[in-house]
């Protein structure tokens, strides 16, 4: 006959351990489950690191390419002014008339060991001066440059109003303008602009207009003129065709069908273009430089740098 007591004490001993046994496997569960938790937010942590370092690396990458484009960009400039004067019929060999550099808008190219430079040199008597053309012409330039003909007549009309000799009022447009504290007139410039790139501040002028980005262009207008890199304005921009030195104001210029044909010279006193292009060899970005340069062969340095901007 087995003892009450024993029987109890078997029965109450195992209760407990199955108790304990329930209370270990939870306690275990929960370990598991905050062990879990912490490895994923380990993990986390590590990809969050992970991304920004990758994004660092990458922005410096950026910057270093930047910085390089610009050397080499300003290394194109220092060979157009160098080539400027070098007219085919005063060199004596075929090499010097094969290296010389013409005003004819046609790329050069200059290969560096970290990466080149494609600089355009061209004539700013062929292009429209904004600040004496007639609205009519003015008209038909921005229609070229890919408005409508409604949009560009009345863009024209704003751009004459902007430009037109009177008095007016000051307004500072701070940080955000052209040279950090420009200033616009209220109604207007009130008088001739002193740089194409006044006209970004007025209404209606966009940079995409201005350079001609993703802005339509004729199949003709294509075909007889060679592409320039992306980050460069277009030909038939704003910025292409328009500004503030001479006295052009005949949109025929344009309309030349012997474009590629057309002999082109260096003038004493003349007032040229350059958009140099530097691109690093690593990839992009590139940066571009523009200079208006009179041509000066009776000075020291056979030139004088009237405009210089870092587009």
Not at 69 to 90: T, V, W
Not at 125 to 152: C, F, H, Q, W, Y
Not at 153 to 158: D, G, K, Y
Request: hydrophobic share 40%; net charge negative; charged share 20%.
């Amino acid at each position: 006959m087995k003892d009450p007591f024993s029987t109890r004490s078997s029965l109450f001993l195992h209760k407990v351990g199955d108790t304990l046994r329930t209370r270990l496997a939870r306690e275990d569960g929960v370990v598991i489950i905050a062990a879990l938790w912490i490895t994923a937010l380990i993990m986390w942590f590590a990809l969050q690191i992970s991304v920004e370092s990758r994004l660092k690396g990458e922005e410096q990458v950026h910057q270093i390419r930047k910085s390089q484009a610009l050397h080499l960009a300003i290394g194109g400039c220092y060979e157009a002014l160098a080539r400027m004067g070098q007219n085919p019929s005063d060199l004596f060999s075929q090499n010097e008339v094969d290296a010389a550099w013409m005003p004819n808008g046609h790329p050069n190219v200059v290969q560096y060991e970290t990466g080149q430079a494609v600089v355009y040199i061209e004539s700013e008597k062929e292009k429209i001066n904004v600040n004496s053309a007639p609205p009519d012409v003015l008209a038909t330039v921005i229609e070229r440059a890919g408005l409508p003909e409604r949009d560009a007549e009345h863009l024209a009309q704003l751009i004459g109003e902007f430009i037109r000799p009177g008095d007016s009022l000051h307004m500072d447009l701070g940080e955000g303008s052209l040279h950090g504290h420009e200033t616009l007139q209220e109604g207007g410039f009130g008088g001739p602009l002193t740089s194409i790139h006044q006209l970004l501040l007025i209404p209606g002028v966009t940079h995409q207009l201005f350079y001609g980005h993703h802005m339509p262009r004729r199949d003709s207008d294509q075909a007889r003129k060679e592409e320039r890199p992306p980050s460069m304005p277009q030909h038939d921009s704003l910025f292409d065709m328009f500004t503030i030195h001479g006295n052009n104001i005949l949109p025929e210029t344009f309309e030349e069908e012997d474009f590629t044909e057309k002999i082109y010279t260096w003038e004493s006193g003349g007032i040229y273009r350059i958009l140099s292009w530097g691109v690093s060899a690593a990839g992009p970005p590139g940066v571009v430089i523009w200079l208006v340069v009179r041509f000066a062969p009776g000075t020291e340095s056979g030139y004088e740098i009237l405009q210089r901007k870092v587009l």
